[in-house]
């Protein structure tokens, strides 16, 4: 999952490549719900009525938002996502809601979002039709745009199904001039990379001038293997990710497929490569040590963090984990910067993140689906150098641990299971630590002696 040769120092890795997207949005990364993985395409709402795309879902999902202290854990925006609209535009050329899934409209779902203190969210796509068939936005950008404004929308998901893919970037840029113009403030989420990488390395830096997030690859599954794809395309593309990425500008990660399409999609890839984040917790895929690895993860590479599962029916565990303070206070972090896969050996993948105040985070992630917890010296991890002289250690996953005091020769072993990721917290202790020290690495590979 790392790159075997990780030439960047880190913090020059860390640096900001571009200037974002000057609407003031998404300084920290994005959190909410949002519908796709869980519920997909369901519109039969008279054989499903409780699982169907609808203003019921949402209604729903957003009292239990607010209920059960979804919203004060920092998730905030309701999000639908494909197979909301009509069939057709209305006589003014506008999108509208389907009338008998959507017999309110669209306002007022927006309204009753808005009432218990949350945002809405909703999606369009840059090309003639959504990835699901449904009308796109292709000569309509700021008809869109005016048309989400005058709902109240908070953020528009924009996918990229059914465009000429070198007319993207103009299509991207438009919508976000049409977002702009509306003078309404909405986050702007794109999936502008995930549609020309299978043709040339994306511009990160007119993407990151555009859009508030974007989404490089294709949508994750209720499955390990998933996270697994997820985390190891991230790793081997972090160098030219990573330095887009920062307040106002985010990666959005998610799994990667074979993207050599057509043109058109045939509609079974369509549909499969469409969405974008998603934390699968909370659903049937994952045990509750890939759980916690997906949430460790996805913290140290600020992510978005956009949950896909049914809120009104979570095994507390699952629930405790997404509203874990401590692993949202790293996510959420000021700084602003995007963790890296610094090291892997013996089935070990560290990544790490530097946090504001001097801090920094690790995660130790155990890729052993075979056997019992695994050890790892703490000491081998390449940033445990900032514990030079002293170091305050705290374990949040997967259990939260005060490890008291460290120094560079610590002899600490940490417990590891398979599949699973142990999540650290490092805060130096010395006169003077007035910046993240400057790692560099020529080979990301490492002997661990102590793994049993």
């Known amino acids: 999952m790392c790159s075997v040769v990780f030439l960047l120092a880190l913090s020059g890795v860390m640096l900001h490549g571009a200037a974002a997207l000057d609407n003031g949005l998404a300084l920290t990364p994005t959190m909410g719900w949002l519908h796709w993985e869980r519920f997909m395409c369901n519109v039969d709402c008279a ?78 796509d840059v090309g003639k039709s959504t990835c699901a068939g449904y009308p796109g936005s292709l000569g ?19 996918d990229g199904c059914f465009m000429d893919w070198t007319l993207l970037g103009e299509g991207y840029m438009n919508m976000s001039k049409a977002l702009n113009k509306t003078g309404r403030s909405i986050v702007y989420s794109c999936e502008w990379p995930l549609y020309e990488w299978p043709f040339h390395q994306p511009n990160y830096t007119a993407i990151r001038e555009t859009c508030n997030h974007w989404r490089n ?33 985010w990666n959005d990660p998610d799994m990667v497929l074979s993207l050599i399409f057509t043109w058109p999609y045939p509609i079974s ?41 049914d809120l009104r029916d979570i095994c507390p565990r699952s629930k405790e984990l997404l509203q874990n303070r401590h692993i949202i206070e790293i996510n959420q972090d000021p700084l602003g910067k995007q963790g890296s896969c610094t090291a892997k050996g013996n089935s070990f993948h560290i990544w790490e993140r530097p946090l504001s105040n001097n801090r920094q985070a690790v995660a130790v992630l155990n890729l052993q689906e075979i056997g019992g917890p695994r050890q790892f010296a703490i000491n081998t991890i390449p940033g445990w150098r900032i514990c030079n002289p002293k170091c305050e250690v705290i374990q949040i996953l997967p259990r939260y641990k005060d490890l008291s005091v460290q120094t560079l020769q610590s002899q600490l072993v940490l417990s590891v299971n398979p599949s699973g990721t142990t999540l650290l917290t490092i805060t130096p202790i010395s006169k003077d630590h007035t910046r993240f020290p400057r790692l560099q690495w020529n080979n990301t590979s490492f002997r661990h002696p102590q793994v049993t």
Not at 54 to 60: D, G
């Open 47 to 124: 054989g499903d009525p409780d699982n169907c795309i609808s203003e019921r879902l949402y209604m729903q999902m957003a009292d239990v938002m607010v209920k059960e202290g979804w919203k004060d854990a920092g998730y905030q925006y309701v999000c639908i996502d494909d197979c909301w609209p009509a069939p057709q535009r209305d006589a003014q050329g506008r999108l509208q809601a389907d009338p008998k899934r959507f017999p309110g409209g669209m306002k007022k779902l927006s309204d009753y979002v808005h009432s218990k203190g949350l945002k809405f969210g909703i999606y369009a």
């Open 269 to 309: 890839m369509i549909v499969s490569a469409c969405y974008f984040l998603q934390l699968v917790i909370g659903n049937f895929g994952l045990s509750h040590d890939q759980q916690e690895s997906q949430m460790a993860l996805w913290a140290i590479m600020a992510a978005p963090l956009f949950m896909s599962n």
């Open 140 to 158: 309509f950008y700021e008809t869109d745009a005016q048309t989400f404004a005058d709902w109240g929308v908070d953020l528009l998901k924009f």
């Open 217 to 249: 690859y294709a949508d994750v599954y209720d499955s390990w293997s998933s996270v697994k794809s997820i985390v190891d395309w991230t790793a081997s593309h972090q160098n030219i990710i990573i330095p887009a990425a920062g307040p106002g500008g």
